[in-house]
Structure formats: structure tokens, C-alpha cells
């Protein structure tokens, strides 16, 4: 995906956990495997984990799947601000066509493949593609929109005031 000479240095767990806002167990990610402007494939081993955060009633839901690729999709904005500028804050602000092909994570033995391909976006907005993946088993599919640092966009409470000028 990317050039050796042009990648920085080791994108493993450290690596992650000092550029997304997740601390402790909530860093999924154990390394990103490849790279490039457009795409990143993670891996993940956290799933199997029976002390995993998003446990409930001792199981894990696949739709917990949209946390890996959430976090993914940061690290993605991460590695591509490495290369020019600090990373911006992301706000997940939808999701489309999440389709599950599990019912739970804890019950995959293997690593967890998560893959995030951004297929459009501009300096605020961002449209990515994930699936997850364990082995040759598909896992989850879908789509997501980020809005980076959305400070700009003032808060909902805001947006509803009337101009005081008006």
C-alpha cells in the first residue's frame, strides 16, 4: 500500500494509542498491518479478550465491529497527518449498510482483519468503507461518515437560537 521509505516508523499498539483518544483496554488495534492515502488494514486481537470493555453479560456483540473499524479509521487519519500536520478530531456522524455476518466476536479464534477505504471526502468531511474480517470469514461490511474537528459547527443548542440581530 505505501513505500517503506515514506511509512514512519512501526504502527503497532504504542503507536495507535498515543494518536487516537482511546486509553487502556478501549485501544482495540494492535498494529496496522499496511497503508496509504486511501486505505489501511489493522489487526486486532482484543476480541478474544473475556476482560474486553464492550463485554456485555460476557459476550460481544458484532456490532462491537464498528468500534474496530471507528478506530481504524482514526488511525488512518493519523498515519496520513504524520506525514504533514497533527491529526484532527473525527466525530462518527452516520452509518449506512452495516450489514453483520456474525453474531458475536469472542466466538472468533483468529485475528481480527479490519479494513477501512476512504472512497470520498474534503477538509471536514470524510466517507469511509469498512469490513472486518477474520481469516477468509467475512465479519461486517458498511459505511461511515466522519466529520473532522467539528468545533466549527457549533453545538445544537446554538444552531437553534435566533440571531440576535434579527
Known amino acids: 500500500m505505501n513505500s517503506a521509505a515514506s511509512r514512519p516508523p512501526a504502527l503497532d499498539h504504542a503507536w495507535i494509542a498515543a494518536r487516537i483518544p482511546h486509553s487502556g483496554a478501549m485501544c482495540l488495534l494492535d498494529e496496522v498491518e499496511a497503508w496509504s492515502d486511501e486505505r489501511i488494514r489493522c489487526v486486532a486481537t482484543s476480541h478474544r479478550d473475556p ?3 464492550l463485554r456485555f453479560n460476557g459476550r460481544l456483540a458484532a456490532v462491537c465491529g464498528i468500534e474496530y473499524a471507528a478506530q481504524a479509521m482514526a488511525v488512518h487519519g493519523a498515519a496520513l497527518a504524520a506525514q504533514t500536520q497533527r491529526p484532527r478530531a473525527g466525530f462518527l456522524a452516520s452509518l ?25 471526502g474534503d477538509a471536514n468531511n ?22 473532522l474537528d ?10 437553534a437560537k435566533p440571531d440576535a440581530g434579527g
Open 51 to 53: 476482560n474486553h470493555p
Open 96 to 120: 449506512r449498510n452495516v450489514e453483520t455476518h456474525v453474531e458475536r466476536l469472542d466466538t472468533l479464534d483468529g485475528v481480527l482483519i479490519v479494513e477501512a477505504e476512504r472512497i470520498s
Open 126 to 147: 470524510v466517507l469511509y468503507r469498512f469490513t472486518l474480517r477474520c481469516g477468509a470469514q467475512l465479519v461486517m461490511t458498511g459505511r461511515a461518515a466522519v466529520i
Open 150 to 159: 467539528a468545533s466549527g459547527l457549533g453545538s445544537i443548542g446554538e444552531a
